[in-house]
Every structure is written in C-alpha cells, then in structure tokens.
C-alpha cells in the first residue's frame, strides 16, 4: 500500500520561507509524476506545483518565482521550496503521486502565512 506523508508546514510571517516534503512510500516504482496541490478555505484545490521523473517543472503563475519543486526520483520524494511567502499562500498543502497509472494524495500539511 502506497503511503504519502508530509512535512514542512507551519505558521510563517509575510516574506517568511517555509520547505514542504513529501515521502511516498510502499512501492518498488518510481514517480512518473509528483506534485503538491493546495486548497485555502471555501476555494478549490489547486495546482501548485508539479516535477516529472525527467525532472521537468511546472508552476501556477503566482508562485512562479516564488516556489521551487525539486525531487529525487529513486527516493520516490519531492520538496516545495516556499520562499517570500504572502498571506494569499494561506492553505492546507497536499502531496500527490502517479506511479504507474495510480494516484496517490497524502493527508495535507498546513501553511499559514501572517500578515
């Protein structure tokens, strides 16, 4: 059984940093795909953030510049790194991965950002 766990959240203050990581564990396959999605309150999960077994990146356009993906393939792991964090970046994290053709979520990590 594949198991995604993350870490890294917390409360921040405004232009503060913040780095997320996210183990998938339980399987002998590598990430084709992981990705960190997020979701604040009364809006929609969205896209953050996303890093293919090529090590090829994508962003959501507010967080281009901001936030850096990078990951190990072997190790099934992905980081967000969260650099000048504003309020609007107020939201409960959540990693996902396909390996293979299945996709996994983990459980959601909070990141509050005060102004």
């Known amino acids: 059984q594949v198991q995604l766990v993350e870490s890294g959240g917390g409360l921040v203050q405004a232009g503060g940093s913040l780095r997320l990581s996210c183990v998938a564990s339980?399987?002998?396959?590598?990430?084709?795909?992981m990705s960190w999605y997020r979701q604040a309150p009364g809006k929609q999960r969205e896209l953050v953030a996303s890093?293919?077994?090529?090590?090829?990146?994508n962003y959501e356009d507010s967080v281009a510049g901001r936030f850096t993906i990078s990951g190990d393939n072997a190790k099934n792991t992905v980081h967000l790194q969260m650099n000048s964090l504003k309020p609007e970046d107020t939201a409960v994290y959540y990693c996902?991965?396909?390996?293979?053709?299945?996709?996994?979520w983990g459980q959601g990590t909070q990141v509050t950002v005060t102004s």
């Open positions: 996902k991965s396909l390996i293979r053709t299945r996709q996994y």
């Open positions: 339980g399987s002998s396959f590598r990430f084709t795909y």
């Open positions: 890093i293919g077994s090529s090590s090829d990146t």
